[in-house]
């Protein structure tokens, strides 16, 4: 019985200490590609459409996304931003996720226009 209890709460704090991670990024850290018309991000949980953004910014600082991100109604895990025509040059992605428990994680990473 206190095995079964054990795994129970063990479950339990796993599942309370979920954070909404990046799973796959498009374009990636440290890709080099093509312009792109947007940025998406794929999370390990379902988002918090209201607390969760994507900003993109050029080498300046400059923000380059004049829209707002958005986090798919159908894919509460996917989030994206679209982009405008990118000069060639370093690109930087800043992303906040609010996972639907309440949780906030942030990161950011670069990417380069050829």
Known sequence: MRGALAFAF???AQF???HALPKLQNPGPGATVSAPHEVAIEFGE?????FSKIIVTDAKGTQVNTAKSVVDASDPKHMS???GNLQPGVYK???SAVAADGHRTQGHYNFTVK
């Open 10 to 12: 063990a479950g339990a």
């Open 81 to 83: 931003v679209a982009l």
């Open 16 to 18: 309370a200490l979920a």
């Open 93 to 95: 992605v800043q992303w």
């Open 46 to 50: 379902a988002l918090e459409p209201t």
